[in-house]
């Protein structure tokens, strides 16, 4: 079963705040200098702010015309729209493991506009320690969709959105491959990895790692963690949240100048 959700009264990611509206959520920490190291599922109806909200401010000083001129890349934070992901599989790599349960949360401005979920029936035997890891049974995935039913609207609810993932090249290596094994063409998705970018803005005096679980921990995030695809991307939603703050209180408000941060960003032609 695949689920689409439209909350009725769109969530902030951080209690009601946008990105940058609020103070970090521990000492101020500067980020580290650049490195340079070498059933088909609904489709989504975002949701418009109830008239309890207000709406989204508009940047200032940034007409209609000139913001559709605008990439992505050159577009603050403010005004982009992530697609949180998160996938669960029966082993580490593409063409030896498949995936079991899929996930994504869009997110704008620290608001979420809807969720999708579904699990997948990968067509082979879920191995017992994954079982133990996820929780996610064979007995559980027997009625679930298979991935050509499932991936086409995954795609159209993350269309036009920045992807993001912890640990990004594990979870777009599985969908790249999915896309090739259901044959659709990848489209291009500009890819931010949390994994990454906490590691260039988190102290080792705060945090021991930068795992999802313990990121999740320090933030306070209002999922935890729990190795099932839609918490996760809950999780790395509220994350994302956090550290788009960290970054625009140091004056970084767009993707662009992310590019020196190595594997931070990966562009569409990546």
Request: with cysteine; aromatic share 6%.
């Amino acid at each position: 079963m695949v689920s689409v959700t439209r909350p009725n009264v769109i969530a902030q990611a951080m209690g009601g705040h946008g990105y940058g509206a609020a103070p970090l959520a521990r000492g101020e920490m500067a980020p580290r200098e650049p490195t340079r190291e070498a059933a088909a599922p609904r489709k989504l109806a975002l949701v418009k702010p109830t008239a309890a909200e207000p709406a989204e401010p508009k940047p200032a000083g940034l007409e209609p015309a000139a913001q559709a001129e605008l990439t992505q890349a050159e577009l603050e934070f403010m005004e982009l729209e992530f697609a949180v992901i998160d996938l669960e599989t029966t082993g580490w790599a593409p063409g030896v493991a498949a995936i079991t349960e899929v996930a994504a949360v869009r997110v704008r401005n620290g608001r979420r506009l809807g969720e999708f979920a579904s699990l997948v029936n990968p067509g082979v035997p879920v191995p017992l320690g994954i079982e133990d890891l996820t929780g996610i049974s064979d007995w559980m995935l027997a009625a679930a969709p298979r991935l050509p039913a499932v991936l086409p609207g995954l795609l159209d609810f993350a269309d036009g959105c920045v992807l993001v993932a912890h640990n990004a090249p594990f979870d777009i290596g599985f969908l790249r491959a999915a896309c090739a094994e259901c044959g659709l063409a990848w489209p291009g998705f500009t890819v931010l990895d949390t994994v990454m970018l906490a590691r260039q803005l988190m102290d080792p005096d705060e945090v021991p790692d930068c795992k999802l679980g313990t990121l999740a921990g320090f933030f306070r995030a209002r999922t935890t963690p729990s190795h099932r695809a839609l918490a996760d991307a809950r999780a790395t939603a509220d994350v994302l949240g956090w550290l788009i703050r960290r970054l625009t209180h140091h004056g970084i408000r767009t993707l662009d100048q992310l590019r020196d941060w190595a594997d931070v960003v990966a562009s569409p032609s990546a």
